[in-house]
């Protein structure tokens, strides 16, 4: 059955859209009120993130544009040390839509949802006339409970990096990003390759209960690794050193990324987190992140460092906020060094 | 200049956007950390709603996709007896969008969040390809403060209306949706009409304070008032009354319904409240609605009363969650009485 463009009307047919479709499959308590806004209890403070998701195509391996949406914000959320909790959801759909499409989007999303612990509480849905967008966007904005950090910086957030500091990556690079690339083109060439799309919420639950004093948590979605850590940098003022032989990447993803001509640092993850803590932690962060199945593969990619003096010269200067004031090197296998730059004119669009 | 690809890749291109366009106009603290997350300070509880935006044509008299993103989402948290503080704002861009449109709309939302009092505090962008979506569609999530309510019954909440309470209606119906539809399709024969779209946070808070015991408060936007109360009468399950000559509509607004074959009952609203009190309440809150540029026109359109026993037998018994379990009626000019449904059925999309 196609989605009409009346059920977007805000009249009965939008009414029996939301029942139908989300109220069957997100159900909870707080949802089912259906008032305009929903009533929630929290502690403060609080962390807010929001992401619109218009990923092509729609079903890839290893997730979906549904899953990504719960995972993405959950992710974002968790990213300030922060226990996400609820969830809004808004949905732009185009009519037209297989109604099946949706239904086994949305049952995803709520699997997905059950994994990662959170509800979606309020909701929006708009039906554009055929051609206005294509398919369906998501947008979900997740809020969460900060977790008290024993940090004396306060909860993690980019302009914490320190020299010293060890930069620690929960996994391989890439995934996500080849794989929509690989299912969106029709690559054969790159096979057996799923999206690393998950959420991260539980283990860094444990990371800022259980070692604490964590300083950045970051996820390399857009951009990767290589466009993040220049954002860390950036934000702390700092140098990021990553080693090229430590760097985990799948065979067929460096593969398939060779082929293309893409570098895996750059590339979108959707299930792997960037954490940077003291050295003095890193052990002890690392075998949490190992014990759980999505950070199986951890590994420390590097190190913090200070700015070479005319790079702080800079930034305590004149600044206009333009001027890059971090650095990210790269030391190849081959040992010498390179600069990564934050990603730069390639357009790679709907990804997330 | 225009909106390019690479601007959603999250590289360099997209800093930029978000540096020159978006944190330049919404410039605040906690935006400016450019964290995954926002941290905010709130007392609980809370109240969180989410709308997506897509109104057709993006400029229209009386506001435009940025400040009817802005008034829709801070009036949704504000029903539920909340005071609004932050919201998270999604950008979904078509590439090729004139960045002086997009930067034209930012302006315009930055002041209509003046005017309300909140903060964007968190946000995203994305690019998509050509013909991927029309334009520019905004998602803005709000949360807001719930002001402890001093009614038993608890915040306002469509399930609130009680047998014996009056209707009340902040200002004339149909402006924003009369409004947009000529606008889009240059209805020469509509002259003189601009949208509603307004921020009703700063009377709610009064309403809340000062009259207290409020017991439903709704913003009738898509399917308008007959749909909102239709609503507001089944989550109930009470009859609504409406007298028709007491429904304000402005002259102008009725002429151009009345020749599109358009009731106004049924034509979305931006900047009106519904507020459902007891009838001793009355007076006191249409004083201080009235006393608000935004509701100088308010008026009592009806009143709440018990369903006629078959229907709420209806409700006790086999109730599938579809079954009618409210009505509206309408008391005509001449005095007859007609049912007012829900919107059935009329298309009229991208009005919001």
Same mark, same amino acid.
Request: some cysteine; proline content about 4%; hydrophobic content about 40%.
């Given at each position: 059955? !196609?989605?009409?463009?009346?059920?977007?009307?805000?009249?009965? %047919?939008?009414?029996?859209?939301?029942?139908?479709?989300?109220?069957?499959?997100?159900?909870?308590?707080?949802?089912?009120?259906?008032?305009?806004?929903?009533?929630?209890?929290?502690?403060?403070?609080? $962390?807010?993130?929001?992401?619109?998701?218009?990923?092509?195509?729609?079903?890839?391996?290893?997730?979906?544009?549904?899953?990504?949406?719960?995972?993405?914000?959950?992710?974002?959320?968790?990213?300030?040390?922060?226990?996400? !909790?609820?969830?809004?959801?808004?949905?732009?759909?185009?009519?037209?839509?297989?109604?099946?499409?949706?239904?086994?989007?949305?049952?995803?999303?709520?699997?997905?949802?059950?994994?990662? &612990?959170?509800?979606?509480?309020?909701?929006?849905?708009?039906?554009?006339?055929?051609? $206005?967008?294509?398919?369906?966007?998501?947008?979900?904005?997740?809020?969460?409970?900060?977790?008290?950090?024993?940090?004396?910086?306060?909860?993690?957030?980019?302009?914490?990096?320190?020299?010293?500091?060890?930069?620690?990556?929960?996994?391989?690079?890439?995934?996500?990003?080849?794989?929509?690339?690989?299912?969106?083109?029709?690559?054969?060439?790159?096979?057996?390759?799923?999206?690393?799309?998950?959420?991260?919420?539980?283990?860094?639950?444990?990371?800022?209960?259980?070692?604490?004093?964590?300083?950045?948590?970051?996820?390399?979605?857009?951009?990767?690794?290589?466009?993040?850590?220049?954002? +860390? $940098?950036?934000?702390?003022?700092?140098?990021?050193?990553?080693?090229?032989?430590?760097?985990?990447?799948?065979?067929?993803?460096? %593969? &398939?990324?060779?082929?293309? &001509?893409?570098?895996?640092?750059?590339?979108?993850?959707?299930?792997?987190?960037?954490? +940077?803590?003291?050295?003095?932690?890193?052990?002890?962060?690392?075998?949490?992140?190992?014990?759980?199945?999505?950070?199986?593969?951890?590994?420390? +990619?590097?190190?913090?460092?200070?700015?070479?003096?005319?790079?702080?010269?800079?930034?305590?200067?004149?600044?206009?906020?333009?001027? !890059?004031?971090?650095?990210?090197?790269?030391?190849?296998?081959?040992?010498?060094?390179?600069?990564?730059?934050?990603?730069?004119?390639?357009?790679?669009?709907? +990804?997330?």
């Amino acid at each position: 059955m !196609k989605l009409l463009l009346d059920a977007g009307s805000g009249g009965r %047919a939008s009414m029996r859209l939301i029942n139908d479709i989300f109220v069957k499959h997100f159900d909870n308590d707080i949802l089912a009120k259906m008032d305009d806004a929903a009533l929630l209890h929290m502690s403060s403070p609080i $962390a807010m993130s929001t992401d619109s998701y218009t990923v092509s195509p729609l079903f890839f391996p290893g997730g979906d544009i549904g899953t990504l949406a719960v995972h993405g914000t959950v992710n974002d959320v968790a990213m300030l040390g922060a226990r996400p !909790k609820y969830l809004s959801c808004a949905f732009i759909l185009e009519e037209g839509l297989e109604l099946e499409v949706l239904e086994k989007i949305v049952i995803s999303m709520s699997s997905a949802l059950s994994e990662a &612990g959170v509800k979606i509480v309020t909701g929006d849905t708009k039906v554009v006339p055929k051609g $206005a967008c294509d398919q369906i966007f998501i947008n979900t904005t997740g809020i969460g409970e900060i977790i008290p950090p024993t940090c004396s910086l306060g909860s993690p957030s980019g302009h914490n990096a320190k020299e010293g500091d060890v930069i620690l990556l929960s996994g391989s690079m890439g995934d996500h990003g080849l794989t929509v690339m690989a299912a969106r083109d029709n690559l054969s060439f790159v096979s057996d390759i799923a999206s690393d799309s998950a959420s991260l919420n539980h283990m860094i639950e444990r990371l800022m209960l259980e070692v604490g004093d964590i300083h950045v948590l970051r996820d390399p979605t857009r951009g990767g690794v290589a466009t993040t850590l220049n954002e +860390i $940098a950036e934000q702390s003022c700092v140098r990021c050193t990553l080693f090229e032989d430590r760097l985990p990447v799948k065979e067929n993803v460096r %593969a &398939g990324a060779s082929l293309l &001509g893409l570098d895996p640092l750059y590339l979108a993850n959707e299930g792997k987190l960037l954490c +940077i803590v003291p050295k003095d932690k890193m052990q002890q962060a690392l075998e949490i992140m190992r014990a759980d199945e999505k950070g199986k593969d951890a590994v420390c +990619i590097g190190e913090v460092s200070a700015l070479p003096s005319s790079k702080t010269d800079n930034q305590s200067g004149n600044n206009t906020g333009h001027e !890059k004031t971090g650095q990210v090197v790269l030391v190849t296998l081959m040992g010498g060094k390179r600069l990564l730059n934050m990603l730069e004119g390639a357009p790679l669009p709907r +990804i997330c």
